[in-house]
């Protein structure tokens, strides 16, 4: 029998849906995986050049908690410049991967009963930690009308002294919504008004189509009350290195670091060593495979607004859509079970990241043209059978 904590737990449906699809390969299907959100471009080759070098050089032993200091001293350096802020290598924490710095910052600063608000639709882990945790969670809707950002006067109605952390991401998973500069003032105003803290996800910070990235940390008094989640598996293809940083007050890394050392003692040396030569070497490639990822996304969405009883926003970052299905008069699980089943297509119901998804899908563009034209003309084909009832 397990602890009744893991009823809490929640999980990441992607990695059901890419089983599934999987096993209809198995099967001799043919399926296009628009379902994972995991850059289909290979790491570039200087940082696998780097990590073979560190492996030769020794780099296979434990290491500190926090990472390597020459690492944290790059990394500290690169979001000082990038985001022009004061920080130092005190302020890094490096961990497998971005989801510990989701976990360890909300296990060390949140206590059961303690209010979280949280985007929905949204990265799902969010709601899950939360939820384990024993805290409230308090959902911020995302709205269509607003390209997927969230009123203001919604965040002042659930913001209050009871809340203990914002969680805000942008560029956002699922919709790519960005939050504007304006949103980031009021979010800081709030933050020192309440005296809570946020936890910005800025892991698509560099997969920018229109505009450019701004950070939450830049506003007065929230640099003292913000956890920066940042990495390298989206900007650098880098998902199965498991690398992952947090930058935060000192004294707040000091406990993640002591949450790391209970968990998983330490990330990878040699992973570390070729995360600092991502971010100090040629960005040629992670510019490439960005401006591939803009094509690809005004084709996806082009293609899905041209389906009768679909509308779709054109995001600015990341690299997903998140269409409007409604007038298909199926749920968005419905559609995401019979899309698989019947024509080959993987995607992600709206509500695998929250009651406020009902309607939508999510459709990963990290996909060959080929391969979005061929899920493009599947789901026209499901679309004119849902809309005539068969």
């Known amino acids: 029998m397990l602890a009744k904590r893991m009823q809490r737990l929640g999980t990441e449906t992607a990695f059901e849906v890419l089983a599934r699809a999987k096993a209809l390969e198995a099967d001799g299907r043919d399926i296009v995986h628009l379902e994972i959100g995991e850059p289909d471009f290979d ?23 926090a990472g390597l200091p020459q690492v944290r001293e790059v990394f500290a350096e690169h979001i000082a410049h990038d985001r022009g802020i004061d920080v130092g290598p005190d302020n890094v924490v490096i961990v497998p991967g971005g989801k510990p710095i989701i976990y360890f910052p909300l296990t060390a600063l949140v206590d059961p009963g303690d209010e ?41 109605a659930v913001a209050s002294d009871k809340t203990r952390m914002l969680i805000i991401n942008s560029p956002q998973n699922p919709t790519g919504g960005m939050l504007s500069s304006e949103d980031l003032d009021a979010i800081a105003e709030l933050a020192v008004k ?12 560099k997969i920018i189509y229109e505009g450019s990235h701004d950070s939450i940390t830049t506003r007065p008094g929230m640099l003292e009350r913000t956890i920066m989640l940042e990495g390298h598996s989206k900007t650098y293809a880098m998902t199965g290195w498991r690398l992952g940083y947090g930058v935060m007050p000192a004294e707040l890394a ?13 990330t990878a040396a040699f992973t570390q060593l ?23 996304r005004d084709l996806l969405v082009d293609g899905l607004n041209a389906i009768e009883g ?9 690299f997903y859509v998140f269409p409007n299905i409604r007038a298909l008069g199926l749920t968005s699980k419905q559609v995401e079970s019979r899309l698989l089943d019947e024509f080959g297509v993987a995607a992600l119901a709206g509500t695998s990241f929250g009651a406020y998804g ?17 899920a493009l003309d599947r789901f026209a084909n499901f679309a004119a059978g849902a809309r005539s009832g068969s």
Request: hydrophobic residues 40%; glycine residues 6%; contains cysteine.
């Open 194 to 205: 309440h005296d809570f803290w946020v936890l910005s996800d800025e892991i698509y910070s």
């Open 116 to 156: 979280v608000i949280y985007p929905n639709p949204g990265f799902p882990i969010y709601e899950s930690v939360i939820n384990f945790l024993e805290a409230k969670a308090v959902p911020l809707k995302l709205s269509e009308d607003k390209d997927f950002s969230f009123d203001i006067e919604d965040l002042k």
């Open 310 to 318: 679909i509308t779709c926003k054109r995001p600015r970052g990341a």
């Open 254 to 266: 000091a406990a993640v670091a002591k949450l790391q050392t209970n968990c998983t003692s330490c």
């Open 43 to 65: 790491t570039p080759r200087n940082i696998i050049d780097k990590a073979i070098e560190a492996l030769n050089s020794g780099y296979t032993h434990y290491g500190p908690a």
């Open 274 to 296: 070729a995360g600092a030569e991502a971010l100090t070497g040629p960005q040629d490639a992670a510019e490439a495979m960005v401006a591939e990822f803009k094509v690809r």
């Open 358 to 374: 009902e309607g939508y899908l999510r459709f990963s563009y990290a996909n060959s043209q080929e391969n979005i034209k061929k």
